[in-house]
C-alpha cells in the first residue's frame, strides 16, 4: 500500500487524526506537508483545490481515489483496509498477481467496492469456495462498520409487498 499519499500539516489536529489512523492501521503511506494558514496558504493553490475543492487539510489520495476530509479518511480506512487486511493475509490469494480493491464511486443506490484478485488455486471447485469465503467474511464484518447489504428488488420483491399490503389491509378491516 505504499502508494497512499497523505497531504498533512503537522500541527493540524485533523492531520494528526489521519495520521493516526494510519499508523493504527498499518497502512504504509508517504506523506506531503501542506501549509493550510498564512504566509503560505498551499491548500489554496490551484492543483491542490483539484484534490480538495474546499482546500481542506488532510487529503488522502490512493490510486485513483481522493478522500478531502479526515472523517472520510478515517471512515474510509477502516472499510477498505480491513478487507485489503483479510485478503492479502487469505491462504488461496495469489500474492504475485493483479491485487486491486478500492471503492467505486458512490452511486445512488450505494458505495460500491471493487475486488480483482486471483486465486492461488485453479479448480474451479476450490474459486468458488474462495469467493464465498470472501463474500462470506465481508457479508460477517460489514455491521461493525455500521453498514447495511444493498440488492435491487427485484420484480418478485416488489409483488410480495404488495402482496403482503394487501393482506395487511385485509386484517385491518376485519377488525
Known amino acids: 500500500m505504499a502508494d497512499v499519499l497523505l497531504y498533512h500539516m503537522p500541527p493540524s489536529f485533523y492531520s494528526q487524526v489521519a495520521r493516526l ?16 494558514g498564512p504566509p503560505f496558504c498551499e491548500s489554496y493553490e490551484p492543483w491542490y483545490m483539484a484534490l480538495s475543492p474546499g482546500g481542506t487539510v488532510p487529503t ?12 472520510l479518511i478515517t471512515a474510509n480506512l477502516g ?14 490469494i495469489n500474492q504475485d498477481m493483479t491485487f486491486l480493491v478500492r471503492q467505486l464511486p458512490p452511486a445512488a443506490d450505494g458505495l460500491p467496492i471493487e475486488i480483482y484478485v486471483f486465486s492461488g488455486d485453479e479448480r474451479w471447485a476450490a474459486y468458488e469456495d474462495i469467493q464465498s469465503d470472501i ?8 455491521p461493525e462498520f455500521d453498514l447495511r447489504v444493498y440488492q435491487h428488488p427485484s420484480g418478485k420483491d416488489v409483488q410480495e409487498v404488495a402482496s403482503f399490503g394487501q393482506q395487511l389491509g385485509a386484517v385491518r378491516q376485519n377488525r
Open 60 to 71: 488522502l489520495v490512493h490510486g485513483d481515489q481522493t478522500l478531502p476530509d479526515s472523517r
Open 135 to 142: 463474500f462470506d467474511h465481508i457479508l460477517a464484518v460489514i
Open 21 to 36: 489512523v494510519l499508523e493504527e492501521k498499518g497502512v504504509r503511506w508517504n506523506g506531503q506537508i501542506i501549509w493550510a
Open 79 to 92: 472499510r477498505i483496509f480491513c478487507l485489503v487486511s483479510y485478503l492479502r493475509n487469505h491462504p488461496m
